[in-house]
């Protein structure tokens, strides 16, 4: 939120006119309009403010406002009516001074608005508590009560102020509201039986017949209907923007918080029906014999309705609007009343009940709110009257209303001027003589006892003879005719002879706020303010509660020959009253203007206002302001603002706030006769000087902001940075626990894997552990490694015992290693001949005693080179597979037992005998015809090949068959039937006797040890059909 410390801050224009450069009515209303078009309708000048009707809710009036002005000095913020009003209250309150509050202005510029904004204001700020509040709520709903009875709409306002009001709010000595008081003035009472083209008569009228439930209509013997009543004009019965109905809710609200019983309201009520039935009742002429007319009462049903409404006897008030009864010393004379004289006692009538109503509402509603106590009360008082007023058609009603504002404007000069005396004189300042216009004058043409307009009035009111409105202007004419501010064009003053814009039946007074011309006619009636006797008594007699209090003169018990004070007398009297009781308070101005003539928002009339501004007197209200000093300041405030332009001042000033000031002046240089020193304050004389000073202190403002701002984003800098750097240490901080983590993850993940290649945990340990010892194990180990070769068994021995498990494991790993080694450098063949002999060593080994001696021997399978032996070519023939095994071998004679050499040759699919000499097959078997080979486990060659029974090679017998190289020939032979598919690998019979089918025979070969004479050899022999023996040498 903007912080405000001057008015001077941010100003639309100026918000004090005294600061106006130049000063002339031109600059004046121009710095109006600026303010208005940024809708700040307030403006001062000096203690004064200048309200601007905007015509449109503005939001400066919430409750924030309230307390953004409370207890703050007047200059401190924007021009604002809640200024004065904490102003005048805390005036008040603190300082003991009773306070008056005048508001002042034309219909429709805002005066009634400004005393409600003050009440409430006042209202909102004073004490609080359960009687406190109810106080307040009364002295706010006595508003809406007497708005409805003596408000109207006008062509000027729809909501015109029929009446002017004064109001005391009474205070304790601690600032709570206590109570109040309500002064009157003058109601415009014709406005009950006529209003002007477009206006309305009271809202009471159509809020009543709007607002009112049936049963209560009927009570009240009314009809909704308006036209029905000749008393209210039908051409603007409806307003815009104002709800009847809801408005009559409101008033019965408020009259009951106001403290109204439902009998008195019930009687108020009554007596507004009464009016609007008498407005209905009608006369005709009835001739007489003395040729005279005589008024009777036409349709009697009004008046009837009426009567039973106020408890009157029908007959007597008949009477009074037929005769007239005039009693002079002790004679009673009665004439008869004519048609028009019934009317105008009708309209009389109606206008006395109305008004003295509206009085009596006054009076219950002060008895009210008057204060509960004895005790001193501090007052402030509120003034909302009519404004100055000209119309076309002037009559008494204006002249008395412009009388009023006359008397306020010359009270308002010798107060602002009074406030400025002493105000120089509290500060020490010398007083300078001040020319202003002083328009006591004109009110001396008004109101003085001998030759005043109002005597002259009273004086033809009560003189006897033929009074009438012509012969008082002649009376002016003679008596005023030298008066300055007086011009009439009979008068004794020969200038406006030929004045024709001066009617003969008028008179113009040169008032203050310009020239009005009235029209004479009415003056006398309206003065005279006659109620017929008849009339008073007929109301008096009724048999109402309320028609007795209003109409007391008509009590026959107390005839009162005396004539009953004039209208304007009883006014004079009032506004006498009024200014006495003025005088004694401290006064606070707000003078209301009204920015256009259509009631519409954002419209600026500039010959409107300028109007206003000059009849307002402001221009001279500002000359007078300025015409000593035109500003003045507290010092400490002053200090606390310029302080900034003096380095002895700025930042702090130890010393008295008007030292400081003084010194501040000095160094600024400006010239002595531009301020003078006042007791508590700082006069300073032109406003050029106030607007020197607020030009330097806004230039340094500008440099001091930089400064700040230099500083600010200095600091703003190196906040950031600082929080950069801390950042910066944060994610260092975390990246490298970030890096650690992901070490360490690794060296984890690394180790599981040593682990999972079976690492022992020792050498793990020795690994992580870097241990000097084991480095030194695995050196040594290093150099003492064995040879490469599997069959070596050697191994170095272990240094430390500790490191046993470690040794032997990586003894094992070194071994297998070595053997991988020694296997990956194996060719496929090579791989083959090392398969082969394996199968042999499955075989064989540790079964058959040859076996060893075949260790060393390669396997070559082709012996003779069969491919190229064109000696065996024939073979060749034979064989359509590749050759696995081509041989020289025995083959046994089974005779005998000798042997007889043959070829073997062995494919994948057969092995085929043949001659050695000749290569001429004997034999050819295909090998899933074998059944099975048997040998012994001796040291022999021999084998017997077994053939399946049944298959065709059968038939031939089984073969027996001898061969040193038996270990490669039965291997590849077992291997053949191992490697194909649709065979069973070929088993391989290890025993030292079995039985072999020689054709038909069945012949059992034994393998005996023979003796030391048969040396190494194998000798075979035919036993006998059934066995054959071999003798085989000993191991
Ligand atoms: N401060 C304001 N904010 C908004 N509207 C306002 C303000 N002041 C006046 N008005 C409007 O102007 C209308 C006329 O104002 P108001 O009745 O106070 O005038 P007045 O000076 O009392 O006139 P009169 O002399 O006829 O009684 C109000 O009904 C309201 O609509
Ligand atoms: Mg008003």
Redesign the pocket.
Known sequence: MEVKTSLLDNMIGVGDMVLLEPLSEETFIDNLQKRFSHNE?YTYIGSVVI?M??????PIYTADKVEEYRNRNFYELSPHIYALSDEAYRSLRDQDKDQCILIT??????????SK?VMSYVAAVCGKGHEVNKVKEQLLQSNPVLEAFG?AK?V??????RFGKYMDIEFDFKGDPLGGVISNYLLEKSRVVKQPRGERNFHIFYQLLSGASEDMLKKLKLGRDFSKYNYLSLDSATVNGLDDAANFRTVRNAMQIVGFLEDEVQSVLELVAAVLKLGNIEFKPESRANGFDESRVKDKNDLKEMCELLGIEQLVLERAFSFRTVEAKMEKVSTTLNVAQAYYARDALAKNLYSRMFSWLVNRINESIKAKTKARKKVMGVL?I??FEIFEDNSFEQFIINYCNEKLQQIFIELTLREEQEEYVREGIEWTNIEYFNNAIICELIENNQNGILAMLDEECLRPGTVTDETFLDKLNTVCAEHQHFESRLSKNSKFLTDHSLPHNCFRIQHYAGKVLYQVEGFVDKNNDLLYRDLSQAMYKANHSLMKLLFPEGNPAKVNLKRPPTAGFQFKASVGTLMRNLQTKNPNYIR?IKPNDK?AAQVFSESLVSHQVRYLGLMENVRVRRAGYAFRQAYEPCLERYKMLCKQTWPHWKDLARKGVEVLLKDLKVPEEEFSYGRSKIFIRNPRTLFFLEERRRQCLEDLATLIQKIYRGWKRRTHFLLLKKSQVVVAAWYRRYAQQQKYQKIKSSTIVVQNISLSKNVLSFILLRDGSMQKYFFDLKNTMPSMSPIDKSWPARPFLFLEGTHQQLRSIFHLWRCKQYRDQFTEEKKAIYEEKLEASKLFKDKKALYPSSVGQPFKGDYLDINKNPKYQKLNIVMDEKLLLADVINKVNRANGKGASRIFLLTKKNFVLADQKTGQVKASIPLPDLSSVSVSSHNDGFFALKLKQGTASAAKGDFLLSSDRLIEIITKLHRTGAASSDREPLSVDISDEFLVQFKQDKVCVKFVQGGPKNGNSVTCKRKNNRLLEVSVPPP
Request: proline fraction near 3%.
């Open positions: 309708i309200s009707n905007p015509y449109r809710s503005l202005g034309e219909s429709g510029a805002g005066k009634t608005e400004a904004l408000n006008t000027r306002n729809d909501n015109s102020s909302d009519y404004g209301c009631k």
